[in-house]
């Protein structure tokens, strides 16, 4: 069983800056996917970015250029950078993870066994 804990939401201004933490209980295995998701309201959950045991990323097109995802192994930590921040990045904000490669499923919810209680992001105009 992998915990996942997020942190580090809150609300910003238009172009602001927020930076998520991912903190987990454990990596039981040498090869692992982490991943974040987002959904705002009356909307479904969608895929932002991932990383694996390799430190390859993979991101969304919508957040290209702006949102870096980076993990910190001796922590067992995932952070998101989320950097010119618009009001429709405005989600609860989900880490999620599982054993294994992302792959090009790493977009996808049903991939992911672990996931996390979400933290809030608002981004005001």
């Known amino acids: 069983q992998v915990q996942l804990v997020e942190s580090g939401g809150g609300s910003v201004e238009s172009g602001g800056s927020l930076r998520l933490s991912c903190a987990a209980s454990?990596?039981?295995?040498?090869?692992?996917?982490m991943g974040w998701f987002r959904q705002a309201p009356g909307k479904e959950r969608e895929g932002v970015a991932s990383?694996?045991?390799?430190?390859?990323?993979r991101y969304a097109e919508f957040v290209k250029g702006r949102f870096t995802i980076s993990i910190d192994n001796a922590k067992n930590t995932v952070y998101l950078q989320m950097n010119s921040l618009k009001p429709e990045d405005t989600a609860m904000y989900y880490c999620?993870?599982?054993?294994?490669?992302?792959?090009?499923?790493?977009?996808?919810?049903?991939?992911?066994?672990?996931w996390g209680q979400g933290t809030q992001v608002t981004v005001s105009s």
């Open positions: 999620a993870a599982d054993f294994g490669e992302c792959s090009g499923s790493w977009i996808y919810e049903d991939f992911y066994k672990y």
């Open positions: 990383i694996d045991s390799v430190a390859t990323t």
């Open positions: 454990r990596y039981a295995a040498s090869t692992y996917c």
